[in-house]
C-alpha cells in the first residue's frame, strides 16, 4: 500500500521536497528572461551609459581654447559657468522657456486631446494621425516654417499691417518669443500623444454621474476631468519640458544668436570653442535640471496616483 | 424621501432621419413610492428610455412629466435624481466619503450636515466603516452599494437604475436584489429600474413594463405579466411558454374566479379546439367565439399522465426528452408536428423515459388565448 503511494505521488520522493519542482521551474524563468534582456542592456551600455561616463569624466578635464583638453581631475569647467553670472542667467532662461513652453503647449493641446479621447467617430485613429503628422517634417524644416511667417515681411507682420492694427512690424523671430513659439508648435504632436496615454480613467459615464448629481458644465470639467485627466497633462508637461531644454536647432535658428540657452552654449563649446570639459560640464547641470523636474513629476504622480 | 410621480407621454427617440425609431411613442404612468422595471432584451429602448427620463439624453419628442411639472427641457443637473450606472461611475479620483458628498457638495448642503447625511446614507448600506477607503479599494458589490448611496443621499425626486445588478457574480446578485428592495421600500423613492433579466424585475418590481422594439407590450404587475400576458413576445420572455393554436367553439360563462380584464370585463371560460387535438378549455377576454388564437400554456401547468384516464383522456404524444436536474424534472412531449415542455416537481415515483406515452391536459384556468396579438389563420 504504502509502495502504491510513493508511485502515484512522485512528488513525494527523496530530493524533491514539496515545491522544489516550483523552485527549479522558477529558475529556469529568470534565466530566460535575463537572456532575452541581454541585447538590450548591451545596446544602452554602449549607446548611452558609456558616452554618459565619458562625458562626465570630461567635464573633469582642463580644457583651454582651441581644444587642447589637459587630463586630469579639476572642477576648473564647473567653477567657470557656477561663479559666472551669465551662465546663471544663461540656466535660468532654459529653464524659464521649459516651464513656459511646456505650459502654454499642454493648454493648447488639452482640448485637441480631450476630443481625440472622446470622439466615437470612426475617424478616430484618423484624426490622432492627422494630429501627430507634423512629426513627419524634421523640426528644422517647420523652425524654417516660422521664420518665414514670424519674420519682419512675414505673414503675421503683413497681415496685421494691412488690418491697419500696427504701422511698424512686430518682432517675433531672432528673439525668446520667436522660439517660444516655434517650440510650443514643434512640441505639441508630444504633449497630444503624451497626454492621450494618460486620459485611461476618463469615462463618459463619471462626467453623467457628475451631472446626474448636479454638476454644471464648469464644475463637471473642474471637479471630474481635470482631476482624472492631471496624471496625462503632467506627463505631457513633462515631456515638451525637456524636449525644449534639450534642444538646440529652434532656439539657433529663431533666436537668430540672440537667445542663449544652455543647449546652445553645449554647441557653441563643443564646435565652435571646441572647449569640451566646459561642454560636458553645461550638459552635466542640464542634467542635473532634468533630474530635477523629473523628480517633481514622479513626487507628483504618486501623490495623483495614492 | 420625497415621493414623485412620474409620467411619460409619447416619449420618441429617433437617432437618425430615416432609421426606425429607438423608442416609439412610449407612454407609461409611475406611482409615488413604486418601483418599475423597464424589462426587455437587448435594442428594444428601455436604456434609451431610462436615459431620456435622466435628461442625459434629448428625446425626438414626447414629454416627460414629474409631479406634473414637464421637465422635459430642464438639463440634467437640474432635474434632482439619482441615478446608479451599470459601471457604478465612482469616481476613482475621491474615497468613499467624497464620492457619496458629492451631490451635497453640488447642492451647497453646508458641511455639517453633508458629513451627517453622508454618513447615514453609508449607514444605510451598511458601509460606514468604508468611509475614508478608495474606490479601487472596493468588491465589485461594495461599488455597488456606494453608488446606490450616492445616488440616494441627495433625496432625488427619482431613482433611475441601469442594468445595476449586471456586473455582479450570481450570488451577489441575489443578495443585492433583495438589498436594493428593502433600501427602496425604506425610502419609498420612486425608482425605474432598467433590467434585461425577467427574474430580477418578477422579484423586485411593483410593475413590470415589457418593452419589444421601442414599444412597452405591456405594463402590468409581476403576476399579472406572468399568469396573463398581453401578447406572445411577454409570454415567450417571461418564463417559458407552450404554444398552440386554438379555435374558440363556445363561450362557457364567467371565470369562478372572476380575474378582471384590462378592460374591466370579467375573464369567460371557453371551449377550444387545439389543432385538431380536441376540444379542451381555456380562458381568454370576453367576446373570443368564433376567433382562431393562441394559446399559450406554462410548462409546469401541464398535467401529465402515462396513461389515458376516464373521460379526460388528453393529448396523446411522445416522450422525446427527460432532463433531471433533481428539483424539477422536465419533459419533451412530441405531439404530432410540435413538441411540448412539461415541468414538475420530482417525486420518488418513477421517472417515465423516452420512448413512454403521454397524455398531456390541464385546467381551464392555466391556458390563457393571447389578447394583444392578431387572430391567426385557422390551422
Given at each position: 500500500?504504502?509502495?502504491?503511494?510513493?508511485?502515484?505521488?512522485?512528488?513525494?520522493?527523496?530530493?524533491?521536497?514539496?515545491?522544489?519542482?516550483?523552485?527549479?521551474?522558477?529558475?529556469?524563468?529568470?534565466?530566460?528572461?535575463?537572456?532575452?534582456?541581454?541585447?538590450?542592456?548591451?545596446?544602452?551600455?554602449?549607446?548611452?551609459?558609456?558616452?554618459?561616463?565619458?562625458?562626465?569624466?570630461?567635464?573633469?578635464?582642463?580644457?583651454?581654447?582651441?581644444?587642447?583638453?589637459?587630463?586630469?581631475?579639476?572642477?576648473?569647467?564647473?567653477?567657470?559657468?557656477?561663479?559666472?553670472?551669465?551662465?546663471?542667467?544663461?540656466?535660468?532662461?532654459?529653464?524659464?522657456?521649459?516651464?513656459?513652453?511646456?505650459?502654454?503647449?499642454?493648454?493648447?493641446?488639452?482640448?485637441?486631446?480631450?476630443?481625440?479621447?472622446?470622439?466615437?467617430?470612426k475617424y478616430k485613429s484618423a484624426l490622432l494621425a492627422i494630429a501627430i503628422a507634423p512629426l513627419?517634417?524634421?523640426?528644422?524644416?517647420?523652425?524654417?516654417?516660422?521664420?518665414?511667417?514670424?519674420?519682419?515681411?512675414?505673414?503675421?507682420?503683413?497681415?496685421?499691417?494691412?488690418?491697419?492694427?500696427?504701422?511698424?512690424?512686430?518682432?517675433?523671430?531672432?528673439?525668446?518669443?520667436?522660439?517660444?513659439?516655434?517650440?510650443?508648435?514643434?512640441?505639441?504632436?508630444?504633449?497630444?500623444?503624451?497626454?492621450?496615454?494618460?486620459?485611461?480613467?476618463?469615462?463618459?459615464?463619471?462626467?453623467?454621474?457628475?451631472?446626474?448629481?448636479?454638476?454644471?458644465?464648469?464644475?463637471?470639467?473642474?471637479?471630474?476631468?481635470?482631476?482624472?485627466?492631471?496624471?496625462?497633462?503632467?506627463?505631457?508637461?513633462?515631456?515638451?519640458?525637456?524636449?525644449?531644454?534639450?534642444?538646440?536647432?529652434?532656439?539657433?535658428?529663431?533666436?537668430?544668436?540672440?537667445?542663449?540657452?544652455?543647449?546652445?552654449?553645449?554647441?557653441?563649446?563643443?564646435?565652435?570653442?571646441?572647449?569640451?570639459?566646459?561642454?560636458?560640464?553645461?550638459?552635466?547641470?542640464?542634467?542635473?535640471?532634468?533630474?530635477?523636474?523629473?523628480?517633481?513629476?514622479?513626487?507628483?504622480?504618486?501623490?495623483?496616483?495614492? | 424621501?420625497?415621493?414623485?410621480?412620474?409620467?411619460?407621454?409619447?416619449?420618441?427617440?429617433?437617432?437618425?432621419?430615416?432609421?426606425?425609431?429607438?423608442?416609439?411613442?412610449?407612454?407609461?404612468?409611475?406611482?409615488?413610492?413604486?418601483?418599475?422595471?423597464?424589462?426587455?432584451?437587448?435594442?428594444?429602448?428601455?436604456?434609451?428610455?431610462?436615459?431620456?427620463?435622466?435628461?442625459?439624453?434629448?428625446?425626438?419628442?414626447?414629454?416627460?412629466?414629474?409631479?406634473?411639472?414637464?421637465?422635459?427641457?430642464?438639463?440634467?443637473?437640474?432635474?434632482?435624481?439619482?441615478?446608479?450606472?451599470?459601471?457604478?461611475?465612482?469616481?476613482?479620483?475621491?474615497?468613499?466619503?467624497?464620492?457619496?458628498?458629492?451631490?451635497?457638495?453640488?447642492?451647497?448642503?453646508?458641511?455639517?450636515?453633508?458629513?451627517?447625511?453622508?454618513?447615514?446614507?453609508?449607514?444605510?448600506?451598511?458601509?460606514?466603516?468604508?468611509?475614508?477607503?478608495?474606490?479601487?479599494?472596493?468588491?465589485?458589490?461594495?461599488?455597488?452599494?456606494?453608488?446606490?448611496?450616492?445616488?440616494?443621499?441627495?433625496?432625488?425626486?427619482?431613482?433611475?437604475?441601469?442594468?445595476?445588478?449586471?456586473?455582479?457574480?450570481?450570488?451577489?446578485?441575489?443578495?443585492?436584489?433583495?438589498?436594493?428592495?428593502?433600501?427602496?421600500?425604506?425610502?419609498?423613492?420612486?425608482?425605474?429600474?432598467?433590467?434585461?433579466?425577467?427574474?430580477?424585475?418578477?422579484?423586485?418590481?411593483?410593475?413590470?413594463?415589457?418593452?419589444?422594439?421601442?414599444?412597452?407590450?405591456?405594463?402590468?404587475?409581476?403576476?399579472?405579466?406572468?399568469?396573463?400576458?398581453?401578447?406572445?413576445?411577454?409570454?415567450?420572455?417571461?418564463?417559458?411558454?407552450?404554444?398552440?393554436?386554438?379555435?374558440?367553439?363556445?363561450?362557457?360563462?364567467?371565470?369562478?374566479?372572476?380575474?378582471?380584464?384590462?378592460?374591466?370585463?370579467?375573464?369567460?371560460?371557453?371551449?377550444?379546439?387545439?389543432?385538431?387535438?380536441?376540444?379542451?378549455?381555456?380562458?381568454?377576454?370576453?367576446?373570443?367565439?368564433?376567433?382562431?388564437?393562441?394559446?399559450?400554456?406554462?410548462?409546469?401547468?401541464?398535467?401529465?399522465?402515462?396513461?389515458?384516464?376516464?373521460?379526460?383522456?388528453?393529448?396523446?404524444?411522445?416522450?422525446?426528452?427527460?432532463?433531471?436536474?433533481?428539483?424539477?424534472?422536465?419533459?419533451?412531449?412530441?405531439?404530432?408536428?410540435?413538441?411540448?415542455?412539461?415541468?414538475?416537481?420530482?417525486?420518488?415515483?418513477?421517472?417515465?423515459?423516452?420512448?413512454?406515452?403521454?397524455?398531456?391536459?390541464?385546467?381551464?384556468?392555466?391556458?390563457?388565448?393571447?389578447?394583444?396579438?392578431?387572430?391567426?389563420?385557422?390551422?
Amino acid at each position: 500500500m504504502t509502495t502504491t503511494q510513493t508511485q502515484e505521488r512522485p512528488g513525494l520522493r527523496a530530493g524533491n521536497t514539496p515545491g522544489s519542482l516550483e523552485k527549479a521551474k522558477a529558475r529556469r524563468d529568470r534565466r530566460t528572461y535575463t537572456a532575452l534582456l541581454i541585447p538590450a542592456i548591451l545596446g544602452l551600455l554602449v549607446s548611452f551609459v558609456l558616452p554618459l561616463a565619458y562625458m562626465i569624466r570630461m567635464s573633469f578635464n582642463h580644457g583651454e581654447a582651441d581644444g587642447v583638453i589637459i587630463e586630469g581631475f579639476t572642477l576648473d569647467s564647473y567653477i567657470q559657468p557656477l561663479s559666472d553670472p551669465f551662465y546663471w542667467k544663461v540656466t535660468l532662461d532654459t529653464f524659464q522657456m521649459g516651464v513656459v513652453v511646456g505650459v502654454v503647449c499642454v493648454a493648447l493641446s488639452y482640448p485637441i486631446t480631450l476630443f481625440l479621447a472622446r470622439t466615437t467617430s470612426k475617424y478616430k485613429s484618423a484624426l490622432l494621425a492627422i494630429a501627430i503628422a507634423p512629426l513627419l517634417t524634421s523640426a528644422v524644416v517647420r523652425t524654417y516654417g516660422w521664420m518665414v511667417i514670424l519674420g519682419s515681411n512675414g505673414l503675421v507682420n503683413s497681415s496685421l499691417e494691412a488690418l491697419g492694427l500696427i504701422s511698424a512690424p512686430l518682432k517675433l523671430t531672432n528673439n525668446m518669443l520667436g522660439v517660444q513659439i516655434g517650440l510650443v508648435e514643434i512640441s505639441m504632436p508630444y504633449a497630444i500623444l503624451a497626454m492621450i496615454s494618460g486620459f485611461g480613467r476618463l469615462n463618459p459615464q463619471l462626467e453623467e454621474a457628475a451631472g446626474s448629481l448636479g454638476a454644471s458644465k464648469f464644475q463637471i470639467f473642474t471637479k471630474v476631468t481635470l482631476p482624472l485627466t492631471l496624471p496625462g497633462v503632467l506627463t505631457g508637461f513633462l515631456m515638451v519640458f525637456v524636449l525644449s531644454i534639450s534642444t538646440f536647432i529652434t532656439p539657433t535658428l529663431l533666436g537668430g544668436g540672440s537667445v542663449q540657452v544652455l543647449a546652445t552654449e553645449i554647441y557653441d563649446q563643443t564646435t565652435g570653442l571646441l572647449n569640451w570639459p566646459f561642454a560636458a560640464a553645461l550638459s552635466v547641470i542640464l542634467l542635473v535640471l532634468f533630474g530635477a523636474v523629473v523628480a517633481v513629476y514622479q513626487r507628483l504622480t504618486k501623490k495623483l496616483g495614492g | 424621501m420625497n415621493q414623485s410621480k412620474l409620467s411619460i407621454v409619447d416619449l420618441t427617440k429617433r437617432y437618425a432621419p430615416g432609421l426606425d425609431p429607438a423608442v416609439d411613442k412610449l407612454s407609461m404612468e409611475v406611482e409615488e413610492g413604486h418601483l418599475v422595471a423597464l424589462l426587455g432584451p437587448s435594442g428594444c429602448g428601455k436604456t434609451t428610455t431610462l436615459r431620456m427620463v435622466a435628461g442625459l439624453m434629448d428625446p425626438t419628442a414626447g414629454s416627460i412629466i414629474v409631479d406634473g411639472r414637464d421637465i422635459t427641457q430642464t438639463p440634467v443637473n437640474k432635474r434632482g435624481m439619482g441615478m446608479v450606472f451599470q459601471s457604478y461611475a465612482l469616481f476613482p479620483h475621491m474615497d468613499v466619503a467624497q464620492n457619496v458628498a458629492f451631490g451635497l457638495q453640488m447642492r451647497r448642503v453646508p458641511p455639517a450636515e453633508q458629513s451627517r447625511r453622508v454618513a447615514a446614507a453609508l449607514d444605510m448600506v451598511k458601509l460606514g466603516h468604508l468611509a475614508k477607503r478608495k474606490v479601487r479599494e472596493l468588491s465589485g458589490g461594495q461599488q455597488q452599494r456606494i453608488a446606490l448611496a450616492r445616488a440616494l443621499v441627495v433625496e432625488p425626486t427619482l431613482l433611475l437604475l441601469d442594468e445595476p445588478l449586471s456586473n455582479l457574480d450570481a450570488k451577489l446578485r441575489e443578495t443585492m436584489r433583495s438589498e436594493i428592495r428593502s433600501i427602496q421600500q425604506r425610502t419609498r423613492a420612486t425608482t425605474l429600474f432598467v433590467t434585461h433579466d425577467q427574474d430580477e424585475a418578477l422579484d423586485m418590481a411593483d410593475r413590470i413594463a415589457v418593452m419589444n422594439g421601442g414599444l412597452i407590450e405591456q405594463y402590468d404587475s409581476p403576476s399579472v405579466i406572468y399568469e396573463r400576458p398581453n401578447t406572445r413576445f411577454v409570454a415567450d420572455f417571461i418564463g417559458q411558454a407552450n404554444f398552440l393554436t386554438a379555435s374558440v367553439v363556445a363561450d362557457n360563462g364567467p371565470t369562478a374566479s372572476g380575474g378582471a380584464t384590462a378592460g374591466g370585463a370579467s375573464e369567460r371560460n371557453y371551449t377550444v379546439d387545439v389543432d385538431g387535438l380536441g376540444r379542451y378549455g381555456a380562458t381568454g377576454h370576453p367576446g373570443f367565439v368564433g376567433s382562431t388564437r393562441e394559446l399559450v400554456v406554462r410548462p409546469h401547468r401541464l398535467r401529465v399522465s402515462l396513461e389515458a384516464r376516464g373521460g379526460e383522456a388528453g393529448i396523446a404524444g411522445t416522450i422525446v426528452g427527460v432532463s433531471y436536474t433533481g428539483d424539477t424534472v422536465g419533459f419533451s412531449v412530441r405531439v404530432g408536428e410540435r413538441t411540448l415542455q412539461a415541468q414538475f416537481m420530482t417525486s420518488s415515483a418513477a421517472v417515465p423515459r423516452p420512448g413512454d406515452s403521454a397524455y398531456l391536459s390541464w385546467n381551464p384556468s392555466d391556458a390563457y388565448l393571447l389578447p394583444g396579438n392578431p387572430e391567426v389563420a385557422a390551422a
